[in-house]
């Protein structure tokens, strides 16, 4: 590999890896108001999309429409998934709603694939005929960087949300002292009911720009991307927001220089490896503290 490839395969990592950024995004906000891991929030991302092309099957729509029926679908999802697996479950019992969750992840990706089939579905995409040229061997790509745009502006209007918004305010307070802010009159089920549909919501928009950079939805992708979300999780630190941005591009940038230099049936295991890695010398994440053995 030459450095014009490994510029390009960086480069185009980096902008996709928005995508994992909005995922690693949904379950920090969630882990961080809850305590809790929603391993059915990367299914629930995919199945808004797969919505948002059955309503393409019906009225003719451009792109741009299309993502924002997939984050409302997945947004609604999010709701669903919210009163299905933490409403009515004991949160005292955490490995209760983490099967819950198990469980969700299932049901959600057997309804797409009986309705689809189990096959793959073309989706919409923006500028995938734009290609910007800088040299004779190093360009980008217009989708690739409409998406990497996207996601800028979906991330700056939540962190809008969560810091200058009452139900920002609302969202840190439960996430740090739930009694207490139970104690002022804030209603913590529907503090934790619309963090849901706000993470949903970036899901949607997650699924929409995965399958619009692949060109096409699976159901194989619920599980990878709950994978990968999971491990930018990690990387990033665990209710960190801006380690999960961090992550989420770094991540995307490693595996597709590792899907370049040793192929796709390389590129997950050296994406494991660098999860073991962080696990091993900085278990807390990037903007973690340095921890001691003990």
Request: aromatic fraction near 12%; charged fraction near 10%; include cysteine.
């Amino acid at each position: 590999m030459d450095f014009i490839d490994f510029a390009q395969s960086v480069t185009d990592g980096l902008l996709f890896g928005a995508t994992y950024a909005l995922i690693g995004i949904g379950f920090t906000l969630i882990f961080g108001v809850m305590d809790k891991i929603n391993l059915a929030y990367a299914a629930a991302a995919i199945a808004g999309a797969y919505a948002s092309l059955g309503f393409l099957s019906f009225m003719a729509a451009p792109a741009v429409v299309v993502f924002l029926i997939a984050a409302a679908a997945a947004g609604l999802l999010g709701y669903g998934v919210y009163l299905c697996c933490f409403r009515f479950i004991p949160l005292a019992n955490p490995l209760a709603t983490l099967m819950a969750t198990v469980g969700m992840l299932i049901f959600i990706d057997e309804v797409v694939v009986h309705m689809t089939d189990g096959m793959p579905q073309p989706y919409p995409a923006l500028f995938d005929d734009v290609y910007i040229e800088f040299g004779e061997f190093y360009g980008l790509r217009g989708d690739l960087l409409f998406i990497f745009g996207l996601a800028i502006v979906a991330t700056v209007v939540l962190l809008y949300l969560l810091y200058r918004t009452r139900l920002g305010l609302a969202t840190r307070a439960v996430a740090q002292q739930p009694v207490a802010a139970q104690l002022v009159g804030m209603s913590v089920q529907r503090t934790n009911a619309l963090t849901f549909v706000i993470t949903g919501v970036l899901g949607g928009l997650a699924g929409a720009m995965i399958g619009a950079s692949v060109g096409v939805l699976s159901p194989l992708l619920a599980l990878p991307i709950t994978v990968k979300g999971l491990i930018v999780t990690v990387i990033g630190g665990l209710g960190s927001i801006p380690g999960a941005i961090v992550a989420g591009l770094m991540v995307g940038a490693l595996e597709n220089f590792f899907l370049t230099w040793r192929g796709v049936t390389e590129r997950d295991m050296y994406v494991m490896l660098l999860l073991f890695v962080f696990l091993a010398f900085r278990p807390g994440g990037i903007f973690s503290h340095s921890a001691q053995r003990d």
